[in-house]
């Protein structure tokens, strides 16, 4: 679990939110510990979900122990938490970190449910996405608020963590289907996987019946046929699905930005404007 | 979810344990609530854990709709509790309730650990209990002493609980292996699963080396063969393993009863003795 830590996005979030709004507090290190801890939490039970082999060029623990151990680890992990923020006599943060798990759960059974009907609008999949991936940005934003005694703030810091939450999930969709200038290199995990993320349920719905159909019975065949998944990422491609995405996240990078817009200028505020630009911009 | 629910034998320990100490409360009914939900997810994620494909005569949510759905809706459950014991503002019952969270996966992970070098001692044997299936009666005993104020006897009725569900899970493991008078319907699914429960444990080390010998090569035999598991069964009960697994059941029944012997007499302390005394002959 430490060898693979990621980029730890989220404590980032969680530091520089609060040095925007105040000064660091042992709060703000209580914060950003359990979000970092509930992420990998889920990371280790998304092993389950997604069967996924490999994560960050680390063996998953699904891959080395099987799936019972990879569900009592993460179970361990969310209950230690849950120990963490108790013993930290901080009710306001445990609540936040305890919705943040519900709608991420929420966030995973609506697309999978959704997924099975090949029929999602994106009213749908932001939604999905609001869940699953921007209620714990959300949660970083609100508790780096709540942690240097700004109340007053909190729905706002809310606000721009699910923003760019929302930016962040869409980029990472991109992803599957190559950047613009690497079109070449798709990973197709999603279309193979039968998700729909924004490119394809844009393409979907804004293409010819022809292009539809031949869409939908790429996602229907569930063999893993390179040739169809290349197919599939050419007429997304073509269509406009990555374009339009890129458009949409960038407009909600841009409803974040606004939201903090007034607030006083100091360097933290610089660098999480930067953070944002970066999550935009990374190239993995 | 609320087709297959059990016997509900938990919340019974709940308002059992709080009737004989005082007058039930709205905490009581809390405790009652938050044990057989902790208790319904840890089933939900027990499908993943063990593959059952069926449980209690229902297709399990595993079978229905494979792991990944299965891990996020214990994960929902989970969450949920959390936010259920915060908004009834009782930290002294989310402490007792997370702990048990987290005995119960270190109990498991315990097991499957131990279980892969077929050498386990009585002494991991009840650390794995004590910790998987104990810790949560020993929960609903505890959290029904806070429910009605009595902190005075909190650790005794833990302690109780710990007796009772140590005993209660000899019980099952004795099940696995037919009772004597039906010794002929054993399930056999621990020897399939390589888990190593008191009736075996005791006859690996209380045999002679060629039985010793005999019983681990069924063990590791990874085919599911009927003869050869109804042989581990035969010799399991003729070197006395389930004899002796029904004695220590006993003890610790005697035990726990013993710790509330002292307390005055009353209907609920009537009940919960006969509820101690059904667990330990219950047929299923």
Same mark, same amino acid.
């Given at each position: 679990?430490?060898?693979?830590? #990621?980029?730890?996005?989220? &404590?980032?979030?969680?530091?520089?939110?609060?040095?925007? +709004?105040?000064?660091?507090?042992?709060?703000?290190? =209580?914060?950003?510990?359990?979000?970092?801890?509930?992420?990998?939490?889920?990371?280790?039970?998304?092993?389950?979900?997604?069967?996924?082999?490999?994560?960050? %060029?680390?063996?998953?623990?699904?891959?080395?122990?099987? /799936?019972?151990?990879?569900?009592?680890? %993460?179970?361990?992990?969310? @209950?230690?938490?849950?120990?963490?923020?108790?013993?930290?006599? !901080?009710?306001?943060?445990?609540?936040?970190?305890?919705? @943040?798990?519900?709608?991420?759960?929420?966030?995973?059974?609506?697309?999978?449910?959704?997924?099975?009907?090949?029929?999602?609008?994106?009213?749908?999949?932001?939604?999905?996405?609001?869940?699953?991936?921007? @209620?714990?940005?959300?949660?970083?934003?609100?508790?780096?608020?709540?942690?240097?005694?700004?109340? =007053?703030?909190?729905?706002?810091?809310?606000?721009?963590?699910?923003?760019?939450?929302?930016?962040?999930?869409?980029?990472?969709?991109?992803?599957?289907?190559?950047?613009?200038?690497?079109? #070449?290199?798709?990973? #197709?995990?999603?279309?193979?996987?039968?998700?729909?993320?924004? &490119?394809?349920?844009?393409? +979907?719905?804004?293409?010819?019946?022809?292009?539809?159909?031949?869409?939908?019975?790429?996602?229907?065949?569930? /063999?893993?046929?390179?040739?169809?998944?290349?197919?599939?990422?050419?007429?997304?491609?073509?269509? #406009? %699905?990555?374009?339009?995405?890129?458009?949409?996240?960038?407009?909600?990078?841009?409803?974040?930005?606004?939201?903090?817009? /007034?607030?006083?200028?100091?360097?933290?505020?610089?660098?999480?404007?930067? +953070?944002?630009?970066?999550?935009?911009?990374?190239? !993995?």
């Amino acid at each position: 679990m430490i060898k693979r830590k #990621g980029k730890q996005v989220r &404590p980032m979030f969680v530091f520089l939110t609060a040095k925007m +709004l105040g000064e660091i507090t042992p709060k703000t290190y =209580d914060a950003a510990t359990l979000v970092e801890l509930l992420h990998t939490a889920t990371l280790v039970h998304d092993d389950v979900v997604d069967d996924a082999n490999e994560r960050r %060029g680390h063996f998953s623990v699904n891959a080395l122990w099987k /799936n019972k151990i990879a569900v009592l680890v %993460g179970d361990y992990m969310l @209950s230690k938490i849950l120990l963490l923020s108790l013993e930290k006599n !901080n009710p306001d943060l445990l609540e936040v970190v305890a919705r @943040s798990v519900k709608e991420m759960s929420e966030g995973e059974l609506l697309q999978i449910e959704k997924a099975k009907l090949l029929d999602i609008t994106e009213e749908i999949y932001f939604d999905v996405i609001r869940k699953k991936t921007a @209620s714990l940005i959300a949660t970083c934003c609100e508790s780096a608020a709540l942690s240097v005694d700004r109340k =007053d703030i909190r729905q706002t810091m809310k606000q721009f963590g699910e923003y760019v939450g929302i930016a962040f999930q869409i980029k990472d969709d991109i992803f599957d289907y190559g950047t613009p200038d690497k079109i #070449g290199k798709p990973t #197709g995990l999603d279309i193979r996987e039968r998700k729909l993320t924004l &490119p394809i349920i844009y393409t +979907l719905n804004n293409s010819t019946p022809e292009v539809r159909k031949e869409l939908i019975n790429i996602l229907k065949n569930k /063999n893993d046929q390179s040739k169809s998944i290349q197919r599939a990422v050419e007429l997304v491609n073509k269509w #406009g %699905g990555i374009k339009y995405s890129y458009e949409i996240m960038l407009e909600y990078a841009k409803k974040a930005l606004n939201l903090i817009d /007034n607030l006083p200028e100091n360097e933290a505020k610089n660098s999480l404007k930067l +953070l944002v630009n970066y999550t935009m911009n990374r190239e !993995n």
